[in-house]
């Protein structure tokens, strides 16, 4: 029998430099007011949004995610070259294939880069960071960049009072290489498939194409295809993103305090140890509530780029990272416990070393 030989990588990783990309139109409550009948005051007691941002037409999930990684690399210290693998978390890139993370990849000036684009949600950065730090340490690649990127503007119906508020679009993005010491904890990750319900597509692209053909042909229309949504002026609404709100909040609030706390035990830390908390940033009063059931000190900074960012999914930890470590509210050397979670239901936590 042959013997298979090991590539041997780094000891550890790290995360070594973080960037972001906030698309240029800045879009206050008073805007989606257009649409839904509510108030500003409602919507930020709901969920503590004052502002999101969303992207126009040269404001692609490529173009977004390349301005995000060009700062992240130029952070890290190292060459658009040194990047062995690009890893780019993503659910409102439309072309089944190829992976966007190859155009990523080759616009960025990286050496042939593996690219890959992964589909785990608002968790979805925790699960390319942790495919980031397997690489680091098994060998195969020395720097990885990990996107998290959306344009969720394109999946928001407006018309829809319980989440039109919510979404916004950006980028975020880190380097992770190699480290002598550990900066990346052990991940605490999984998913709860019977509740996949809870967050989803309206409609399935293949069924939203059969619906669209059948009206622009003039076929009649029956069974569940008569039942698929339209808009006030009764044109058939493009696939959004739908919730069940309560469900989700209980959901988030209760279980994923959980993951937090065994993500803490499962790096030896406790909450004392923390300076900083980067939870998803999908809701306030779910923020305040993880960080009331945490018994987070009050010396821990606490991540809150909801008010003006909203919720952009994937991107949404990083980009509160870049936020934080810009404004001086945290800093290099900083304990960070992250934790992400959506639509699956999956969830992912950690505790980081700030870059």
């Known amino acids: 029998m042959s013997k298979i030989k090991a590539r041997k990588g780094a000891p550890y990783a790290r995360i070594l430099g973080v960037g972001g990309y906030r698309p240029v139109r800045v879009v206050p409550n008073e805007v989606i ?8 005051e409602w919507i930020r007691s709901r969920s ?20 995000a990684s060009g700062k992240a690399i130029a952070d890290a210290g190292i060459s658009a070259e040194q990047i062995g693998a690009v890893v780019v978390s993503t659910v409102s890139h439309f072309s089944q294939t190829p992976a966007i993370a190859t155009e990523i990849a080759d616009r960025l000036g990286t ?19 942790t495919l980031a730090k397997g690489m680091v340490v098994e060998g195969s690649a020395e720097y990885v960049l990990v996107i998290g990127v959306e344009r969720l503007s394109d999946l928001t119906d407006l018309e829809d009072r ?26 605490v990750w999984g998913s709860e498939g019977d509740k ?61 305090a959980k993951i937090a706390k065994e993500a803490l035990e499962a790096s030896g830390l406790t909450a004392d140890d923390l ?3 980067i ?32 919720n952009t999914s994937a991107a949404s930890i990083p980009l509160a990272m870049e936020r934080l470590l810009a404004t001086g509210e945290a800093k290099s050397g900083d ?21």
């Open 162 to 187: 319980a989440t039109a508020f919510l979404f916004g679009d950006g980028a975020g993005a880190v380097v992770v290489g190699p480290s002598e010491e550990p900066h990346i904890g052990p991940t």
């Open 48 to 67: 503590g949004i004052e502002t999101r941002h969303w992207a126009n037409d040269e404001e692609t999930v490529a173009a977004m995610s390349v301005e």
């Open 335 to 355: 304990t960070a416990l992250v934790i992400g979670f959506g639509a699956g239901l999956v969830y992912a936590a950690t505790v980081v070393t700030l870059p």
């Open 196 to 256: 996949s319900a809870t967050i989803k597509q309206t409609v399935p692209w293949d069924v939203f194409h059969t619906h669209a053909r059948l009206r622009t042909d003039g076929e009649a229309l029956a069974g569940e295809l008569s039942e698929l949504p339209l808009d006030s002026k009764g044109e058939l609404k493009f696939p959004a993103i739908t919730q069940e709100g309560q469900a989700v909040f209980r959901w988030a609030v209760f279980e994923m």
């Open 111 to 129: 050496a042939k880069a593996a690219a890959f684009d992964i589909s785990a949600g608002c968790a979805g950065f925790g699960y390319g960071l």
């Open 279 to 310: 939870p998803h940033q999908a809701n306030e009063r779910i923020i305040d509530s993880m960080v009331k059931t945490l018994k987070l000190p009050e010396h821990v900074t606490v991540a809150r780029d909801v008010r003006t960012t909203g």
């Open 33 to 40: 007011l257009e649409t839904i009948d509510s108030s500003d």
């Open 275 to 277: 300076d900083v908390f």
